[in-house]
């Protein structure tokens, strides 16, 4: 199983669906969970951590789910500017106490 | 007011050359981090530093050298370029290690 895995997708998807996406972790030692957005040819940028009980922002849910190892991301209302690749990022605690960082999930929200 | 700032934003060289790239936050943060995202856009950490002492480095050929003149700069040097060593190089930092990141945006490395 991969450290931290997601849908490549792309999801294809209406002006104002909702959309989600989730991501599975194989360590289940990991502590900290994040979404990041990644637009074409630029930097990640950090869209949300997710907190065990969960959290909003807005149009943005996240949820951790630590019994089946995963976190979820649901974008209600999608706009044309939600279009980008969503990345799932899980720190793994242990010596090196590092960030993997998921392949990505790409999203397209269609006029 | 550049959070994370890295120079150059653009790199093209020749195969068999010595580059640098310079990475510089603003942010007071402790970590700072080089990732290497390559053409299947996948993001690999390369190295960590915390408070310019080295505490992740991953399996990079030691061509690669990063270097941490004070907890707010992060270089990253590299020898004797490959073709297979062109990819998207990106500077981050956190307040700490289980915090998110600020990226940098990131240099985009072409080995001709």
């Known amino acids: 199983r991969k450290e931290v895995e997601q849908d490549p997708g792309p999801f294809n998807v209406p002006e104002g669906a909702t959309v989600a996406f989730n991501c599975t972790y194989s360590?289940?030692?990991?502590?900290?969970f994040f979404w990041y957005r990644q637009d074409c040819r630029k930097e990640p940028k950090l869209l949300m951590s997710?907190?065990?009980s969960g959290n909003e922002d807005g149009r943005f849910t996240a949820q951790l789910n630590r019994a089946s190892q995963y976190i979820s991301l649901l974008i209600r209302d999608s706009k044309l500017s939600d279009s980008a690749t969503y990345l799932c990022?899980?720190?793994?605690?242990?010596?090196?106490?590092?960030?993997?960082f998921g392949k990505g999930t790409r999203l397209h929200i269609l006029p | 007011d550049t959070a994370v700032s890295q120079t150059p934003k653009y790199l093209v060289t020749q195969m068999g050359n010595d580059k640098s790239i310079k990475c510089e936050q603003n942010?007071?943060?402790?970590?700072m981090y080089w990732y290497k995202q390559d053409s299947k856009k996948f993001l690999k950490i390369m190295f960590s530093?915390?408070?310019?002492?080295?505490?992740i480095n991953e399996t990079v050929p030691n061509r690669f050298s990063p270097k941490s003149p004070d907890k707010a700069h992060l270089n990253l040097h590299i020898n004797s370029l490959e073709l297979g060593d062109s990819a998207v190089y990106f500077c981050?930092?956190?307040?700490?290690?289980?915090?998110?990141?600020?990226f940098g945006s990131g240099t985009r490395l072409t080995v001709v």
């Open positions: 990022v899980v720190n793994k605690v242990n010596r090196d106490d590092k960030i993997i």
């Open positions: 981050a930092s956190s307040p700490a290690r289980t915090y998110g990141y600020t």
């Open positions: 997710v907190y065990s």
């Open positions: 530093y915390n408070n310019k002492e080295l505490i």
């Open positions: 942010l007071g943060h402790d970590t």
């Open positions: 360590n289940s030692a990991s502590q900290s």
